[in-house]
């Protein structure tokens, strides 16, 4: 069981989550702004790139956005010019990706509002559900029912059921999705008396969040120091979330802040280290680049007694564990290659590949094994949200590893 941290470190506000084997996950935010990533703007279009059928647009505060053309091909116009898409232009987008390294935000006009057990999507029908949720003959069922409702809107309407709603009432389910499309109507009903630029949906801070989109009877904690924290947690958990209000408490020792009692600054020290020692004495080499992240793993100080090939393969098996931790703690993503030491045999191979799925599977951020390439090099990709913490954590000029 894990419990979830919310104080603040250095002037952001830091979300960590501690298990048994220490801090698992960080999420640094500044404190007097949080991340972009799901709030909804009215933003005008500064130009139209043919070659990439792409726009750029402004939402404000000198921050532009990038808004793909073949992803988006209807828009919501506050005010349009006379045919396809201009400068100009002012649409209602949604950040759908934080600004990472020298990329801009990444921006959509298919607008999705989260819960804890669905969510609602406009502009992309259908139903969808969460890749963890198995059980055919519950989609089977679910589906028909949320299918029911959705053909009677008005507007054109998605539900994608998350891992959470796998396990819920049905009406629990419908009125999530009730609350949802509410808050969709009052956007959409205030959007056209709303000046440029303006912010017409704020997600929920990170340490927020991070609660909803825990799995269901994973926490059995919630600790904040601030008062100001403490205060909007309480609301979110009395309103959304009842039965998890009386996990929260309020930290008050401050001879032992909790930074210090969950140790986060250790924590984030070895999170932006390069190298990560493991029990049997390997090691991993960490490197973020421009492109991609390389991870190369190591024997070390390995001296086991048993023979090569189980050596090799007792390393290589920690190594895929301690890799799948490393990058939802340091939230790495986008493409990841991994040099594990090489190994002669075929099933070998296939053993290490088959545990990697495994402990991949369990991040609730979209994480693939792809393959392995003729160089015995992994493959895995990892869907790109938020910041990488390195760049959560340090400013602008040191944002290298």
Not at 151 to 156: K, L, N, P
């Amino acid at each position: 069981m894990d419990k979830l941290i919310v104080t603040q470190w250095r002037g952001k506000v830091c979300t960590a989550v501690s298990s048994k084997s220490g801090i698992t996950q960080i999420m640094m935010e500044p404190e007097d702004s949080s991340s972009l990533l799901n709030n909804i703007y009215i933003g005008k279009v500064q130009k139209v790139v043919g070659n990439i059928n792409a726009a750029f647009v402004d939402i404000g505060d000198g921050r532009t956005g990038y808004y793909s053309l073949d992803e988006n091909k209807e828009h919501i116009f506050v005010s349009q010019s006379t045919g396809k898409l201009k400068a100009g232009d002012e649409i209602v987008v949604q950040v759908s990706r934080d600004a990472v390294k020298t990329k801009a935000p990444v921006l959509t006009g298919k607008l999705a509002f989260t819960g804890r057990y669905c969510v609602l999507t406009v502009g992309k029908t259908g139903v969808g559900f969460s890749a963890k949720i198995g059980d055919n003959g519950y989609k089977a069922r679910i589906k028909a029912v949320l299918k029911e409702v959705l053909s009677g809107e008005e507007e054109s309407f998605g539900v994608i059921v998350r891992t959470n709603g796998a396990g819920v009432a049905d009406e629990v389910l419908l009125k999530e999705y009730e609350h949802l499309k509410g808050l969709y109507c009052k956007l959409a009903a205030e959007a056209s008396c709303r000046t440029c630029y303006s912010c017409i949906y704020r997600a929920v801070p990170g340490y927020i969040s991070a609660i909803r989109d825990s799995y269901s009877g994973t926490l059995d904690g919630i600790i904040t120091d601030i008062p100001e924290y403490h205060r909007e947690l309480k609301a979110y958990l009395e309103q959304y979330q009842a039965e998890d209000a009386g996990k929260l408490s309020f930290y008050e020792d401050k001879l032992l802040p909790l930074t210090k009692l969950y140790s986060i600054d250790t924590a984030v020290e070895r999170a932006l280290g390069k190298h990560v020692w493991l029990k049997s004495g390997g090691y991993l080499v960490i490197e973020p680049t421009e492109a991609m992240v390389v991870i190369d793993v190591n024997t070390g100080k390995y001296a086991g007694k048993k023979n090569m090939r189980e050596t090799i393969c007792r390393i290589n098996m920690e190594a895929a564990e301690e890799i799948g931790r490393q990058l939802r703690l340091r939230n790495l993503s986008g493409i990841i290659l991994i040099d594990f030491i090489d190994m002669e045999q075929e099933e070998d191979r296939e053993m290490l590949m088959r545990h990697l799925g495994e402990v991949v599977s369990k991040d609730p951020v979209k994480t693939t094994v792809v393959d392995m390439t003729r160089l015995n090099l992994v493959e895995v990709t990892r869907k790109k949200v938020r910041k990488p913490l390195y760049e959560q954590v340090l400013p602008p000029s040191d944002k290298t590893q």
